[in-house]
């Protein structure tokens, strides 16, 4: 287990090798696992977790792929940073360079339903490179306040190596908000280990050009 002070003596550690930048750093966890097979299918996950305080600084980018009344309201969202419709989807299929484009500008691209099929012709191979995925929109979404949740979320993925890894912040964040945010990401990693924090090896804090801190964990 890690303790709450662990943590944030951990994150003073880190945020104490900041330095001088001329860019906000971002945050970031590293869970190394041990004794774990991840030839097992069951073992491999991706979670999505929204942080309880954010991204500070820098939310997510959320697209939306949608067409009708749908549409209509997520362009009334400003949590919402772009709206595609059917014909606009429809001219990125077989256009992989665009796709490519789009994939990597936003982070999480939220699908109605009736329009999936199409969103994976388009965009499903460039969106699989970089380890993402449509997300459906069932009818009757509220669109604007799903869009905001993912707006402050981040994906954590445990697939080929034993290692998970994310963003929980910026610099510019107190302390008490960054040890929400990895709190509610340690906790989600754990509940899918089959041996919970025995599986847990190290855990890691740093920011984008600082060295790493070693968080002493407890089994």
């Known amino acids: 287990m890690l303790a709450a002070q662990e943590i944030s003596e951990g994150l003073r550690r880190a945020m104490g090798d900041r330095g001088k930048r001329k860019f906000v750093q971002s945050v970031e966890l590293q869970v190394n696992l041990r004794d774990i097979d991840l030839k097992k299918p069951e073992?491999?996950?991706?979670?999505?977790v929204?942080?309880?305080?954010?991204?500070?600084?820098?939310?997510?980018?959320?697209?939306v792929i949608a067409g009708g009344a749908l549409a209509v309201e997520a362009r009334k969202s400003a949590n919402i940073d772009k709206v595609l419709e059917r014909e606009e989807v429809e001219l990125l299929?077989?256009?992989?360079?665009?796709?490519?484009?789009?994939?990597?500008?936003?982070?999480?691209f939220l699908v109605d339903t009736s329009l999936i099929s199409l969103a994976?012709?388009?965009?499903?191979?460039a969106l699989g490179y970089v380890g993402k995925a449509p997300v459906p929109v069932p009818a009757g979404t509220d669109i604007?306040?799903?869009?905001?949740?993912?707006?402050?979320?981040?994906?954590?993925?445990v697939r080929k190596n034993p290692q998970a890894n994310c963003v929980?912040?910026?610099e510019e964040m107190p302390i008490d908000h960054l040890l929400e945010n990895a709190q509610a990401v340690l906790n989600r990693v754990v509940e899918r280990l089959p041996k919970r924090w025995a599986n847990v090896q190290s855990v890691y804090?740093?920011?984008?050009?600082?060295?790493p801190v070693r968080l002493s964990v407890r089994r």
């Open 120 to 125: 994976a012709r388009a965009l499903g191979s």
């Open 50 to 63: 929204e942080l309880p305080r954010g991204l500070g600084s820098r939310p997510r980018r959320v697209a």
């Open 93 to 108: 299929v077989g256009n992989k360079k665009a796709a490519k484009k789009l994939a990597r500008e936003y982070d999480y």
């Open 168 to 170: 929980i912040g910026t």
């Open 205 to 211: 804090l740093k920011l984008s050009m600082g060295e």
């Open 144 to 157: 604007d306040a799903m869009a905001a949740r993912y707006k402050r979320s981040v994906t954590v993925r």
């Open 43 to 48: 073992n491999r996950f991706t979670e999505t």
